[in-house]
């Protein structure tokens, strides 16, 4: 309905002209000002009524308002009251000068005006009293037409009237004569009986005009208004073939052609008379009717009493009704007789008038605009009480011109009202709505086929306007946001168009929530929820197209999804707020808001951007690591380069991830540190693969052997076991990465991970101090925001390498004098010095390489390798060695220098750490000093504990286990097998079938 009409133009000055061509705008379109000489041109709407011919100008349908008006109010008697100024002490009436032509007025005519008029109506309707209202009447009476500037008679109703439809008292005069001679031939006839423009045609001849021209136009305007009122415009539908209805406009088309002959018994007359009454006598049974219907057809009346109504407004405040509005229209009323109007009409078209005038005068007289919603009111009252079509017609007419303005400016309220305007708003939307309720439930059919209570149409147009106007005014911002845009694109850091675009909605919320929404909640009880999910789903999806097209974390990106964000915060506070005490808590208008997810996109771009910087850092320590040497020369640490070069990648993504203007740090710093720790825990798993372990270096155990007493140990030795190998001192400082050394610094490595990992922990929790996102809460538990795998893999990692460079050093590289050195042959020639001598130079290099706080640590792991190789050339040591009772003391001797080697004097392992790793050594070398028999009834005894009865027939032979223990099976056979004594050989060829010698 907005489109219906176009932007009104705004009020100014330009000469009067009467248009001929055109009666598409009201009679109100142009009026002169008497009071300044200039004329104001109005600019109204076109009218609601339909056009009623294109020869009848807006002069012609005044001046037969008029003449209407004054023969509807005519009477037979009655004197002209004078008027009394009001600066006059004397306020009683007195008679009127001698004028006999206003002897044809009613009294209500002839009342005089007063300056203390109190308008009932005027109060009624809401309307304020003219600022003017006493000089007002002056004017009207100095400034009247003909009156030459100088008041030559008092000013009654009737010449008030006169006055304000810019009537001259000439042709007052002549038409107050005509009807005292009308009225004169009709004694007793009321007015509706009579075809006013056919009596007024009969009374004069061109003399009683200034001069021809003068009269033919006169006669031409009454013959057009016969046309319209009984032809055009009739009272009842006319049938074609109505040979008076063809009569008539032959001769209205030769008239206008060439003026007739019009006296009283003149011939032409009589035959216009004819034609005229027998169509304006009419009916649809055949009988008569009391009145006459020449100007009582649609629009044509309307056309009429429109004019009537708009004499009511002060010809010198065009804006204003005159004071005296209450007894005007009770004279205006009295044309409902020859007009066939009735209070309903009168209410639609006064509300048009009011209405109309508003928008003529500027929009700037609110009076007007509360009246016309007042009269509208009564409207509405009058359209639920009749079904009448033509009043549907014309009410449907109105109101939609009404509306159609209305929504005109409501659809885009935003650009319509600001604060200079802003008072009218909630009449402007209450004449909409009404409006808009009336055409829907009281003239559409199909509403009324449907439940009512189906259809809210206040609150469905508010609704549409709503949307409507903030879906303009986005457009709006986008347009300016992208200008900004472009007008910064040359300054440093310019915002992106998104990002002020939410700054620009979020403040147009604000404004639709303080300013438009307290309004429009009156008819829509959630106005700024349904604002606010309108602005979002607008923003929403210029956000979606945005989004979709993001491949990377930017600072733009960045900066307009947290402006997303908060906009999306303040949209659905503002929402929530609103639908507080609406039944569903406002969860209809929460669905209307589809999330922005803007947090989560920013979160899926982190994710992106931590992967990826996670798959580099993985693909470096794959490469790196490939080429790392393990040199323990490469630096004053002792550790691996690459170990630097990763936590230097680590410190600079952590500070890269805590420097990224996201609003979610703690939220997605456990994602970085999870992918961190794995990059980590995967290095030291690299690092570690290929080291060995104990189970690497610990030789197979030989097979169960045994010697006779005879076997010269001392004399034959297995020249393959007698070969010293070089010490591998060289061998650790060689290029093998998997070298002592190179072990060494795979354990400094592990090591500097784990300080490392405590001093980037504690910066972390530092930078997320610092970080604009963090609460209290985030600093609560550890959780995301420590390394989880990584120190316990390089505990492991440590553990490992460490046991692998114990048993490497004493299984691997000194097994030329352990192995294959001591106790070969005789005992007491074979002992364990050159052993310690090679072992001391290795704890040296140790030492000197690990960090110290591993060393303790590594050189127990060797320690516990040494203690284990002992006992693994005791128990199986092969056919090489055999002991008798009395090298116990020798063998108990060797351990003992074994220990102070790890003891140093102080220097060395605690005490304890060296009894805890030698229990086991100290729990079977009593072994060694028992006798045989003592050993076998021994072994009897734990084998039969151990197998039960099944052991008493035949011993079995006890598997080898490796945990040695003075109590277990195999350790005692195994002393037994190393025992150089007769008895011994004797049990175990019995019992075993071992071979004396091998």
Known sequence: ????????????????????????????????????????????????????????????????????????????????????????????????????????????????????????????????????????????????????????????????????????????????????????????????????????????????????????????????????????????????????????????????????????????????????????????????????????????????????????????????????????????????????????????????????????????????????????????????????????????????????????????????????????????????????????????????????????????????????????????????????????????????????????????????????????????????????????????????????????????????????????????????????????????????????EAEGAIANMVKDWIKTRIDRLKEWVDRNLQQEVWNPQANEGGFAPSAVEVLRIIDETLDAFFQLPIPMHPALLPDLMSGLDRCLQYYVSKAKSGCGSRNTYVPTMPALTRCTTATKWGKKKDKSHSTKRNSQVATMNGDNSFGVLQLCVRINTFQRFRTELEVLEKRIITLLRNSESAHVEDFSNGLGKKFEITPAACVEGIQQVSEAVGYRIIFHDLSPVLWDGLYIGEPSSSRIEPFLQELEKNLTIISNTVNERVRTRIIADIMRASFDGFLLVLLAGGPSRAFTQQDSQIIEDDFKSLKDVFWANGDGLPVDVINKYSTTVRDVLPLFRADADSLIERFRRSTLETYGSSAKSRLPLPPTSGQWNPTEPNTLLRVLCYRNDEAASKFLKKTYNLPKKL
């Not at 004078?82 to 005519?109: A, E, F, H, L, V």
């Not at 415009?233 to 002959?261: F, V, W, Y």
């Not at 205006?332 to 005068?361: D, E, P």
């Not at 600001?418 to 829907?440: F, H, Q, R």
Request: hydrophobic fraction near 35%; charge should be neutral; proline fraction near 5%.
């Open 1 to 596: 309905m907005a489109s219906l009409f176009s932007r009104e133009r705004t009020l100014g000055y330009s000469s009067r002209r009467d248009s001929t061509t055109s009666t598409t705008t009201s009679s109100n379109s142009c009026r002169l000002s008497s009071s300044s000489g200039a004329t104001a041109v109005l600019s109204p709407l076109p009218s609601p009524f339909p056009d009623l011919t294109p020869s009848l100008s807006t002069t012609d349908l005044r001046e037969t308002a008029y003449e209407i008006f004054v023969a509807a109010c005519r009477t037979s008697t009655g004197k002209a009251l004078t008027y009394i100024p009001s600066n006059s002490s004397d306020r009683s009436p007195s008679p009127s000068p001698s004028n006999s032509n206003n002897s044809s007025s009613s009294p209500s005519m002839q009342r005089s005006l007063t300056s203390t008029a109190a308008s009932k109506m005027k109060k009624a309707l809401g309307l304020r009293s003219s600022s003017n209202s006493t000089l007002g009447t002056n004017k009207r009476a100095e400034g009247s037409p003909g009156s030459g500037g100088k008041p030559k008679k008092p000013l009654t109703i009737g010449d008030l009237m006169r006055v304000q439809m810019n009537v001259s008292e000439n042709v007052d005069s002549r038409i107050r004569r005509a009807l005292l001679r009308i009225a004169a031939g009709q004694v007793g006839r009321r007015i509706e009986s009579t075809v006013l423009p056919l009596e007024l045609l009969q009374q004069f001849k061109a003399a009683d005009f200034t001069d021809q021209k003068e009269y033919d136009a006169w006669q031409k305007r009454n013959l057009k208004i016969l046309e319209a009122g009984l032809l055009l415009h009739p009272h009842m539908p006319l049938d074609k073939s109505n040979t008076a209805a063809q009569r008539l406009r032959q001769i209205i088309q030769a008239a206008l052609n060439r003026p007739i002959e019009t006296g009283r018994n003149n011939e032409s007359m009589q035959v216009l008379r004819t034609a005229v009454m027998a169509l304006a006598n009419r009916s649809s049974d055949g009988s008569l009717f009391e009145s006459c219907h020449w100007a009582d057809g649609l629009p044509l009346n309307l056309r009429l009493y429109e004019i009537l109504l708009e004499a009511c407004f002060d010809v010198t405040e065009e804006a204003s009704i005159i004071e005296e509005v209450d007894e005007l229209m009770d004279l205006i009323k009295k044309t409902w007789g020859i007009l066939g109007l009735n209070q309903m009409l009168h209410n639609i078209c006064f509300s048009w008038v009011l209405f109309n005038r508003y928008v003529a005068t500027g929009q700037i007289e609110n009076d007007l605009l509360d009246a016309a919603d007042s009269q509208l009111a009564e409207v509405a009252k009058d359209a639920k009480t009749t079904k009448d079509p033509a009043y549907a017609k014309i009410l449907n007419s109105t109101l939609t011109a009404m509306l159609g303005w209305a929504e005109k400016r409501l659809l885009a309220y935003h650009d319509t009202f600001d604060a200079g305007n802003i008072e009218s708003m909630p009449t402007i939307v209450s004449i909409g709505v009404s409006a808009a309720k009336i055409l829907v439930e009281d003239i559409s059919n199909e509403y009324r086929r449907r439940r009512k209570n189906e259809v809210d149409v206040a609150r469905s147009r508010i609704d549409t306007y709503i949307r409507s106007s903030l879906r303009t005014a986005f457009a709006q911002l986008m347009e300016k946001a992208d200008s900004s845009r472009r007008a910064s694109r040359h300054q440093p850091n310019p915002l992106p168009v998104l990002a002020i675009l939410a700054k620009d909605v979020g403040e147009l919320a604000s404004k639709e929530k303080e300013i438009f929404s307290p309004i429009l909640k009156r008819w829509h009880p959630f106005a700024a929820g349904v604002a606010v999910a309108t602005l979002h789903i607008c923003y929403g999806n210029e956000l979606k197209q945005f989004v979709s097209s993001i491949t990377e974390l930017t600072p733009d990106a960045v900066q307009v999804l947290r402006a997303a964000d908060k906009l999306e915060k303040d949209l659905v506070q503002i929402a929530v707020e609103d639908s507080v005490d609406s039944d569903d808590g406002g969860k209809a208008i929460i669905r209307e808001m589809p999330p922005f």
